[in-house]
């Protein structure tokens, strides 16, 4: 975003990035937190709202939040990788990149991938026709599509790699958890 900006493609950015709770629910998200979300935009005087979904629960909130900011009148472009959940909910914009979730903006490490993908969000927000867009990036994540048999395979990943993998989710648990005590 700020190369674009530096480049004259889009104006300034905001000073805020913008980031909404995705563990709540579709009531909470649509009473609560799309009014602050839209607050916050209208502080900043955003004129559009690139949005930027990770996991599933968060492409919904995503696409809740980018239908409230329509609403409103502030225009929205979604870049994510989870088109059932989007399409579902129906966005006005929609940039689908056929990557493993987590990869919305493009590979990782990869500044021309995410340019790109950047790139497309900006033209759909300039040429789309009608609400419920969807603009397939033309990127792929490997040649031959292999890590969709391999992303999330349980038979692919063998018991040991399984337990050690468990073994730092329940490490990781404790360190939240010890830190939330803290703050308490």
Known sequence: MRDAAAAGRI??????????????????????DCPEVLSRCLQDKADVAVLLPNC???HQTVSLTARYLEQHGIPTVVLGCAKDIVEHCGVPRFVFSDFPLGNAAGKPHDEASQA???ELGFRLLESAVGPRTTLQSPQRWDAEGLWKLDYLNLEQIGAEELERRKQEFIRQK???????EQAA
Do not use: D, Q, Y
């Not at 805020?16 to 609560?32: A, C, L, Q, W, Y």
């Open 11 to 32: 104006g300034e950015l905001t000073p805020h990035f913008i980031g909404t709770p995705t563990n709540r629910s579709h009531r909470h998200t649509v009473e609560v």
């Open 56 to 58: 599933p629960v968060c």
């Open 116 to 118: 790109a993908t950047l």
């Open 174 to 180: 404790a360190i939240a958890k010890g830190l939330r």
